[in-house]
């Protein structure tokens, strides 16, 4: 069929044409919009889940609605060597920017906090300071947001920041990707930030997505985390929301798809969306009419999978020292195709070796995204399917 009107879109963060599978977490966000605008108390959000289950494209989804119903909002991508100091700034620039208060005065104000904030780098961010301003034409402010300690100038930043937003009668929402690579420090003023705000009832709330982990990485930072966010764990799509995902994208190209297509896609992608989009794109190029048969799914298979061992799982590979290639091959002989967590005991006693001696190769690939401790003395990867992967690509 014609490849121009292919319909199927594999991408890291990409929107797919149709969002299936995820019209709770879209409800639920929009209940929370609606309790803040009525002055309700409200938990900000996490959002957790393996790589390629769509977190990114729900968290912009989620931003989607709240810029429809006319909040401020600022997004962030956390990195591990990055204080957020800076990208906090820049974040709640823009939302403040899209809030549009029409008290000049009251603005100025907050930006000039802001700026403060800003401008107040770390030791670690001092090399920046001369290079980066942050496009703010107000004098920075003193006394406010400005002490050095990130928990005191967050909370204190985003206490004025609501209060403006309240004052417009609307919202502020600042969206953290990948935040399991926040750093420890930053991570307590989140939280003590968020606790600080649901107090006062103020109308800003943080989203954040991140691994399976985060919860964990949250808890370790404040006690009271759990009861602090409400978490949404995003996941597979079961077997309709997977078939929706491919058959109304094909509808509007006046293609269809045989059962037994269907039967052979879910079975090969496993419901993960990404994986979805990735077996539907190479599907749809490898058919020659509609509807789309199970024979031309086998056909397609094998260079999905090809694409995908290149793409997606290799280049993750690549990353990975060849200590950290051996730590992995013993996770993926211990947890089979499936990538069952593993006992970090049993991956040592596979590899003839001490735990405490693995204990740097397993933490270098925590920081590197690739695998997360489940649970205490417990590993798996954070990547779906790349246990079967390693298993077909031995090294």
Not at 41 to 56: A, H, I, N, Q
Not at 80 to 101: N, T, Y
Not at 173 to 182: H, K, N, P
Not at 334 to 354: D, I, Q, S
């Amino acid at each position: 069929m014609d490849p121009v009107r292919n319909p199927y879109a594999p991408g890291a963060g990409q929107r797919p044409p149709e969002l299936a599978g995820r019209d709770d977490e879209l409800s639920a966000f929009d209940v929370v919009l609606e309790r803040i605008a009525r002055g309700r108390p409200e938990r900000s959000l996490v959002l957790t889940g393996l790589r390629g289950v769509g977190k990114t494209v729900l968290l912009n989804q989620l931003r989607s609605a709240a810029i429809g119903r006319g909040w401020g909002t600022g997004k962030i991508e956390a990195r591990p060597d990055q204080s957020l100091r800076r990208p906090v700034a820049s974040a709640l620039h823009m939302a403040l920017r899209e809030l549009r208060h029409p008290d000049q005065e009251s603005m100025d104000a907050v930006l000039g906090t802001l700026k403060a904030f800003a401008q107040r780098l770390t030791s670690a961010d001092a090399k920046v300071r001369d290079r980066w301003q942050p496009g703010i034409d107000v004098a920075a402010s003193t006394g406010r947001a400005d002490s050095g300690d990130m928990e005191i100038d967050l909370v204190e930043l985003l206490s004025d920041a609501a209060g403006l937003a309240a004052d417009v009668g609307r919202g502020i929402a600042l969206f953290v990707d990948e935040m399991q690579d926040v750093q420890a420090a930053d991570v307590s003023a989140i939280c003590a930030a968020c606790h600080e705000l649901s107090q006062q009832g103020a109308p800003l709330i943080v989203v954040g997505a991140g691994l399976p982990h985060l919860p964990a990485v949250l808890s370790a930072s404040k006690s009271y985390s759990e009861r602090l966010f409400r978490y949404l764990r995003i996941d597979r799509l079961d077997r309709p929301a997977a078939d929706r995902a491919l058959l109304a994208p094909a509808e509007r190209e006046d293609v269809a798809f045989e059962p037994a297509a269907l039967d052979a896609l879910y079975a090969a992608a496993d419901g993960y969306p990404y994986f979805v989009q990735a077996y539907g794109k190479v599907t749809w190029d490898v058919a020659a009419a509609s509807p789309i048969t199970a024979a031309d799914v086998a056909m397609a298979a094998p260079v999905a999978e090809a694409e995908l061992a290149v793409g997606f799982f290799g280049s993750r590979y690549d990353r990975a020292t060849p200590a950290e290639r051996e730590y992995m091959h013993a996770m993926a002989e211990l947890g089979g195709p499936a990538g069952a967590p593993v006992a970090t005991a049993e991956v040592a006693a596979t590899l003839g070796r001490k735990p405490a001696s693995l204990s740097p190769a397993r933490d270098s690939l925590i920081k590197k995204g690739l695998v997360y401790s489940a649970e205490r003395g417990q590993i798996a990867f954070t990547v779906p399917h790349f246990g079967r992967y390693l298993l077909r690509h031995p090294d």
